[in-house]
């Protein structure tokens, strides 16, 4: 079936620290994928998607690289910032199941000042 | 930006009774969805619904949940007789009908408390 696995939290850094966080995913044919972020208390926002193999999705400093070859969907951003704690979720949806999200388990982020 | 709008954000019943979640989709988007979130677990889809009919639905979707989207505005999520395991956060989400792979757009969701 079709399956995301992220990598355990939480994430502690340090401000201006280098992120990565792992995303991987099980999926047949072309699925798109997306990275979502929770910010305390709110709801899911839209972070950056892809939608076919080595698109690179962008936004806020993030990117991520859609790697078919590796089924890999990474997070990541050159400085975090203390405004960018948050829990992150990765997700893939697919044409044929009415694009349904399937998400990740979340990756709790803290950025410490 | 047009947003999607979740109603109540917070939700106490007891147990055995009836329970409507309300959600206002994004106003020209065509598909929607219901997610929930149990506390300290991941996001779960349970039901997709577009041209007036349910498109697909989760295992969790038993007998007890049902969808309407009663007037083209609200899209409303009902639970029959709540379970204490119905306890969740519970995500309202539609997406454009341009292109199949439009994000979907989320509410701030429903904080539902079985007691």
Known sequence: GNSVTQMEGPVTLSEEAFLTINCTYTATGYPSLFWYVQYPGEGLQLLLKATKADDKGSNKGFEATYRKETTSFHLEKGSVQVSDSAVYFCALARMDSSYKLIFGSGTRLLVRP | ?115
Request: charged share 20%; hydrophobic share 30%; with cysteine.
């Open chain 2, 1 to 115: 930006e047009p947003e999607v709008t979740q109603t109540p954000s917070h939700q106490v019943t007891q147990m055995g009774q009836e329970v409507i979640l309300r959600c206002v989709p994004i106003s020209n988007h065509l598909y929607f969805y219901w997610y929930r979130q149990i506390l300290g677990q991941k996001v779960e889809f349970l039901v997709s619904f577009y041209n007036n009919e349910i498109s697909e639905k989760s295992e969790i979707f038993d007998d007890q949940f049902s969808v309407e989207r009663p007037d083209g505005s609200n899209f409303t999520l009902k639970i029959r007789s709540t379970k204490l395991e119905d306890s969740a956060m519970y995500f309202c989400a539609s997406r454009g009908r341009t292109t199949g792979n439009q994000p979907q757009h989320f509410g701030d969701g429903t904080r539902l408390s079985i007691l």
